[in-house]
């Protein structure tokens, strides 16, 4: 066993432990970024001019109209900023535009005294533009050969040869939608300047340390004279991972240039009109099985909706492209991959990264392929999953195989799914209008950066005289629970009680050059730093105390009489790590993570509404660092999975109206995420026991993402139910997301299947068998 | 008959305008405030963090805080609302409480107790907001101890983390409130009555008047003042789409809207009655709204909004018209000149237009009876809690000796404005109740109406919704539908 992975006898690390912040959080006193503004004075508001075109060049930009709205102070424009002009990392994003790039891109922004002044004041700047043809499908994007960034490939083996093997093979179309994050709170930056020119800016972000960057660059100054703090965010998800910093830089550029404090909190219409989400994909492929079901060959092209500009759209492909093959061994593989260039807001990153792009792929293949090869879709799924030994399409050697059985195994047996399925059938045979389907499907997700650098984390801990620790370090809570991890671990490697170590806020000037809070990985990395910085007090501390067992106060007392460095600077990188991302092989992962969900459905066959009757669950966090935060981790994936797969529609105006572009589903009544309406009747979570894993902080797996993609269950039980109005071997194309109106539809071609077609299975519309055995 | 009437007249005094939050005063006149600024802004402006913006349209429950109203005579209740939704000065000489009003860190209230341990908070944004909603419940007076937590109480909040598992399990495990309990003990005594107001500022202005006569001279005068009863609507133009107009009169208190009759003949409703009064005065016996209530919008929006209102707006998709359509609803009208009958199926003429007048509010709805014998609402919407309406159709249909002796179909989202389906009703009227006959009704009734595709839902779906809503009626009725 690892040092790292080594846990203690009776740790702190593996109790269930509520939220830090819980009692803060429940009686109104937490504090999120938007709630200083109050207690600042003199703040200055601000609001954007947003463009009314998906596509446009800014001919003219007149202010003046502005200045005349009582209130206003100061409009926002390219001519203000001192250093460089971009919001990002790549030089693609123009923190003022020239031209409009989507339907309501900030072309400047307008500081004012009062929030009213400031939105009179937007709507008093007059720009002129000149409208330009908008690209605002992947469709679209692909018919105009509209793409951005580099284009991988993923392969390994002769995938025409497999395919020439393949008994049966398949061609087909699998798109999907993409994801709004819906934070409960928007973007919010509040930026100041201290006596000596110094920007302190508070920001809701997940990567401070960028953010940090970014303010820099856009002002002219250099990191050390900017300070970035994040108290806590009122949710992440990937979203505020990048697109915090032009907002975060646009608020310090107006405190410098007012001397003022600068608040700038999006409306909600603000932030979903302007604010990047999960990429949509457009996949095309062709597969073939071997008579038994088992993959023979997978050969697709995978084309996400890159919106107009790059942000994280390749390494989320990259993603996308190490996370088609999901749990399965496919011996001849080729997966390219490419970004489009659309109008729209630039997608970024969520939960997931890509991952449940690219695993959607492939789940959605074996659903609609299942009922063509005859035969079961968990017999299917089964038979399919990874031996130890084998290697993914890109190179890495899966050595945990027995843990996805394992799983798998646990869930067929204490969802009793042997029996279960034999009741839905007999429901089903003896129900008109009402059909289930019972589905289970596994995940396995790569833990670590795919970009390497990432993957490595600092920590500050300080042991003060009284024998209390503050710990600072670079990750950012937003709800995940880290804070809560960290405390454990930093109690659990000086060997205190809970109560005497407290968090302070991540901030820039604490620990610097941090890594985004992403990937999951915040409690691998992060819990490595702090365990490496409390382990070198506690190793001077054990050098003061002797062996004489002195209480934990008495002992601290004595090392500083004894002057003994009482605080300590803790460092951890991942080791092992091995990939090249331009020819895209090698071991990008420290490890995988695990789970396999059963859920069961039901389908209202007049409507083509559903209700989730039941749920299970058992996923891999390793020996859990904190169990109570991680089964809230895999519940509240799992719902946010079923969110993207079922029910959140995002939908642009494609028409070629004046409107062409403009995001149709803007506000909370118009865009719908799970309610307790679409919480699981019934839902049991269990961890994987006999989890141990090797080489991460006390034994633990990370957790944020994987447990998303079990909601995969969900969308092929919807499959199975909407087959089960059609004769059998129907082969159900299912749209992503499954709403109702999508389900209604995917049941009613099922129910339209002709009675004497039963039991010869015949492809699907979509889906064209290329050859038989 | 029964009646009541929720608010009495007496005890509207005039004083400097303010409410208390937590149990301290809030001046209503202080600087910067209008008569458009929200309790949300006002709460948020006085460094209370509680309460938050998470939408700004009464969609994610994030600003839900709690307000005394009336209840038994001499009593009151803890009703939650949505904070962004209501402006400030309607509250005017209010009780209001927020999270923070409710426990402390170091003594939690037991709702918060409950959340803080099961893990029912992540990120926290949300917290506060369910934490109300789920306080009012917990003080829902509920004499039968089978009566347990309603969790559609909590069908107006959001959350974006936690899956809803562990608010669930929080709040079906919470006791009944300890009678020492302060807020439980505050519902032994009266909610404070309305109090008339006139607040002006920023070229604004809000007036609370006092009585039904003072608020339709007022709407007579100014052609440009807008009604304010939920806020649920009026909320959302003033919060997301800027609308600031001078004029706003509230008309939600007034006691001449606020009376319910049960009568032999009719039943009438008063249209300032929130629907949440409604469903509990009416308590279920018009079976076509007791439907209908648990599926429009959210515990907290049902809370505000009232049937006034949502006909006053005639928006074609508010869920409340076509169920009163089938009902064959009229309305009582009421202006300075008088007041007149409209039936409903003659009220709407246009998108969002209607015939009522300048001046004239809806002062009540009658529903006549006896009511029909076959009924049922399908709303068709993506997601089960507080969403709306893609397309919804409510049957008041009499199927008397296997036949069809009379047919009333009230339809929404199909159309510019709420529509009778008449040429449905025709189809069915005199036709046996069978699967055949009834097909052939179905197959017109997806010709109804002239429905749009746009991002709920596209025209063909309507139209399949609209046909298969009464083949689902016939195979429910007929023992078909499993």
Known sequence: MSQLSRRPEHAVVGQALRHESAALHVTGRALYTDDLTPRTKDVLHAWPVQAPHAHASVLALRTGPAHDVPGVVRVLTADDVPGVNDAGTKGDEPLFPSEVCFYGHAVAWVLGETLEATRLGAAAVEVDYEPLPALVSVADAIAADSFQGARPTVARGDVEAGLARAAHTFSGTTEMAGQEHFYLETHASLATVEDDGRIFVQCSTQHPSETQEIVAHVLGLHSHEVTVQCLRMGGGFGGKEMQPHGYAAIAAL?????????????????????????????ATWRVGFAEDGRLEALEATLTSDGGWGLDLSEPVLARALCHVDNAYWIPDVRLTGRVSRTHKTSQTAFRGFGGPQGMLVLEDILGRCAPLLGIEPHELRRRN??????????????TQADRLVRAWDQVTESAELERRRAEVARFNSTHEHV???????????????????????????HVYKDGSVLVNH?????????????????????????????????????????????????????????????????????????????????LVRTAYLERVQLFAAGYYRTEGLDWDPSVMRGSPFKYFAHGVAATEVEVDGFTGAYRTRRVDIVHDVGDSLSPLVDLGQIEGGFVQGCGWLTLEDLRWDESDGEHRGRLLTRSASTYKLPSLSELPEELHVALLERAHEEGAVYGSKAVGEPPLMLAFSMREALRQACAAFGPAGTSVDLASPATPEAVYWALDAARSAAPERSGSPEPGAALVELSEA | ????????????????????????????????????????????????????????????????????????????????????????????????????????????????????????????????????AMAAEYYRPRPDPADGFDLHALSGNLCRCTGY????????????????????????????????????????????????????????????????????????????????????????????????????????????????EVERGLAGRVPLLAELFPQFASRLIRNAATLGGNLGTASPIGDAAPVLLALDASLVLAGPAGERVVPLADYFTGYRTTVRAAGELIREVRVPRPLATTTAFHKIAKRRFDDISSVAVAFALDVVDGSV?????????????????????????????????????????????TPMSDHRASERYRRAMLEQSLLKLHATTSGEAR
């Open chain 1, 474 to 554: 670079g990750g950012t809570e937003m709800g995940q629970g880290l804070h809560t991890k960290m405390l454990q671990v930093a109690a659990t490697s000086l060997g205190v009680p809970l109560e005497r170590v407290r968090l302070a806020p991540t901030r820039t000037d604490k620990v610097p050059n941090t890594s985004a809070t992403a990937a999951s990985s915040g409690a691998d990395l992060n819990g490595g730093a702090v365990k490496h910085a409390c382990e070198q007090i506690r190793q001077r501390l054990d050098a003061v105390d002797a062996g004489r067992g002195l209480p934990w106060e008495e």
């Open chain 1, 435 to 461: 059909r289930r389907g019972l589905a289970i499907t596994p995940v396995k997700f790569g833990i670590s950066f795919n970009f390497t650098a990432f993957n490595q984390a600092g920590a500050l801990v």
């Open chain 2, 405 to 449: 002796a009379r047919a009333r179909i009230g339809l929404g989202g199909v159309a510019a404005t709420p529509v009778r389906a008449l040429a449905t009703e025709r189809a069915l009227e005199g036709m046996p109740w069978t699967r055949e006959s009834v097909s052939a009704a179905a197959r017109v009734l997806a010709g109804e109406g």
């Open chain 2, 165 to 276: 598992r562990p608010i669930r399990d929080a709040a079906e495990a919470l006791g009944r409130p300890a009678p020492a309990d302060p807020l439980a003990e505050r519902r032994a005594t009266p909610a404070p009555g309305p109090r008339h107001t006139d607040l002006r500022a920023a070229g604004a202005r809000l007036v609370r008047p006092t009585d039904l006569a003072e608020a339709t001279g007022l709407l007579g005068e100014h052609p440009d003042a807008v009604v304010l009863a939920g806020s649920t609507d009026l909320g959302v133009e003033v919060t997301l789409r800027g609308a600031r107009p001078p004029l706003v009169v509230a008309v939600d208190r007034l006691p001449e809207l606020r009376a319910l009759e049960i009568g032999d003949d009719q039943i009438t409703v008063g249209a300032a009655l929130t629907l949440t």
């Open chain 1, 385 to 398: 999953l990874y031996e130890n030994g084998q290697h993914t399409p890109y190179g890495q050697v899966i």
């Open chain 2, 1 to 132: 008959m029964t009646t009541t009437s929720h608010d009495a007249r007496q005890g509207q005094t005039e004083a400097a305008p303010g409410l208390t939050v937590n149990g301290s005063p809030v001046d209503l006149e202080a600087d910067g405030l209008t008569p458009h600024t929200t309790l949300l802004d006002l709460l948020r402006s006085r460094g209370l963090t509680g309460a938050k913006e998470g939408c700004a349209e009464g969609e994610c429950g994030a600003c839900a805080v709690l307000v005394a109203r009336p209840s038994d005579p001499g009593h009151s209740e803890w009703v939650a609302l949505n904070a962004c939704l209501v402006p400030a000065a309607a509250l005017d000489g209010q009780e209001v409480v927020t999270a923070e009003g409710l426990g402390t860190p170091d003594q939690l209230h037991p709702v918060q107790q409950a959340l803080a341990d099961r893990g029912g908070s992540q990120c926290g944004y949300c917290t506060p907001g369910f934490v109300c």
């Open chain 1, 254 to 282: 107006g405190a410098r240039l007012t001397g003022r404090p600068v608040r700038l909190r999006l409306n909600r219409t603000q932030d979903l009109t302007m604010s990047g989400k999960r990429h949509g994909f457009h």
